[in-house]
């Protein structure tokens, strides 16, 4: 840390309500959907996905509901590393680049700040739960486990990829 980045101040991204709250409404949609399968009981296969989509967005809707009413910044980036809500604290030195990852889906696609870190299975080991629970689903699509997603942002990633690079100017940036 040098005199410049002790005195910058921290960077802090409150979470894009709106957008949460529009992903919550998706997600209590599905979750009735599940219940309405659940309930016709009209062969296995509604029973099943039924079943899992009620267990899935039903976790999706809770965390979700959490974070707004919680109202804790979703990012905060500071001389020491950055802190996310859902990622909990990271270092810069644990982080040996970031780049901008985008996932398309059909006619969709979810844009994401991903941090290469130089021990992924270090931060697993004591990220939070949730992180721990997927990070072998993101290693199995290519990922790391660490990643931010722009969905609940109240700014653009490349203004959250600048700010990182003004606290902590050695952050490789990686296209």
């Not at 604290?89 to 969709?108: F, K, L």
Request: hydrophobic share 50%; glycine share 8%.
């Amino acid at each position: 840390m040098n005199d410049e980045t002790a005195a910058l101040a921290p960077t802090v991204y409150p979470s894009a309500k709106g957008r949460t709250l529009l992903m919550l409404l998706g997600a209590v949609a599905f979750v009735a959907v599940g219940a309405v399968l659940l309930v016709q009981h009209e062969d296995v296969k509604n029973v099943v996905v039924g079943a899992a989509s009620v267990l899935f967005f039903g976790l999706c809707a809770v965390l979700l509901l959490a974070r707004l009413v919680q109202g804790r910044p979703e990012l905060v980036l500071d001389s020491t590393g950055l802190e996310h809500v859902q990622l909990g604290r990271i270092g810069w030195a644990e982080i040996g680049a970031v780049r901008i990852r985008e996932i398309r889906v059909r006619n969709t696609h979810q844009r994401m700040i991903e941090l290469l870190l130089h021990d992924p299975a270090g931060y697993v080991a004591r990220a939070p739960r949730l992180v721990r629970a997927t990070a072998s689903a993101n290693r199995g699509l290519g990922y790391g486990p660490a990643n931010i997603s722009a969905n609940t942002l109240s700014v653009g990633l490349e203004d959250v990829l600048a700010a990182m690079v003004r606290h902590h100017p050695r952050l490789v940036v990686q296209s």
